[in-house]
């Protein structure tokens, strides 16, 4: 059970495609409300416990009112919904997990617990300029979203520090179904154990992929963490599993400049379900070209941003990327996609500001 002495509010937002066997939430107890957005269009069985809320699509328009159009479907993005609601409810802390994940022990104290002011926990920032923390401890596998462009002995090698500071993004980790990239799991049958920060908790100076799998945050945050929904390059290939990916890269970027830091480790969740590797392979082609213009672009949009409140500092940013959009080298129909999501991020921006 959590922390009888920790009076923070706690809301579970999972998106459902389909029904799940419940038993998988049994460490969540009775008085935390799980909010469901329904992404199965209305066709999940009724939930078995009095603290679930279904949100289907109508329930979702009612509520959002003219800012559901900042609201994606029909992929992993449905999510925000239920950080949008939480958020509007007035709950301290936001906790995203998967519906295929499994919770043990005091998974909710344990998030509560790294979402804390912290004085010179272990840390660990990468050698290289820009470069990136592998939150799987492993030499020859890397988290879903780690470019391959920094995918060398000289260019992952990071080093360990410390950091002091508030904790307001904790991502925990999970095993047996790492959540690597589909095309990295033919070469070879990957690791069931995501190495040794499971057992701690460590900071991450600089950029890591953030998986939305199992994450808890400071509410405060949500009006700056948006996760990317699915585009069509050409009206023809589906940008997908990117949501988390590059929504996250934004908030990390955002959080660096308020100084809030980001962790991960504790508490692992055990994934369950591997979708069909050509499926994923497929869906995460036009993510691993289309990435690294993409972070140049967030780099140069967040360059010039002070440090401020997350609503007004997301809506610097969002003009900061769409300006940039037309100078950047990337190939036309990569500067379509960035636009459209360019404009899903306004709309979420939006949807937080008092005179929208």
Known sequence: MTNPTDDRSVCVVI????DPPWELFDAISDDIPIIVCDDSNGKLAPAPRPNVTYFDYAAQEAYAGKHYAAMPHRSAASRNFGHYWAYKEGFDVIIALDYDCD???DWVGDHLSCLTTVTDQPAVKPVA???WV?????????ARGYPYEYRTSELSQVIDTTASGEVKLNMGVWDRVLDLNGVDKFWKEPPYDPGLRADENCIALGNIPVCGMNTSFAAELTPAYFFLPDCWV???WQLSRHDDIWGGYIIKKLMDINGDLFSWGRPVVEHTRQTPLERVAVLEQWMHLMSVPFYELVDEAVADLSPGGYVD???GFVDEFERRIEGSRAPVHYRAIYSELADWMRRWSLAFQKTA
């Open 134 to 142: 592998n939150s799987i401890e492993n030499d020859e596998f890397y």
């Open 15 to 18: 998106p459902m495609p389909n």
């Open 129 to 131: 300029q820009g470069g």
């Open 234 to 236: 050409n009206g023809t």
């Open 103 to 105: 919770t043990r022990g």
């Open 313 to 315: 500092l997301y809506a």
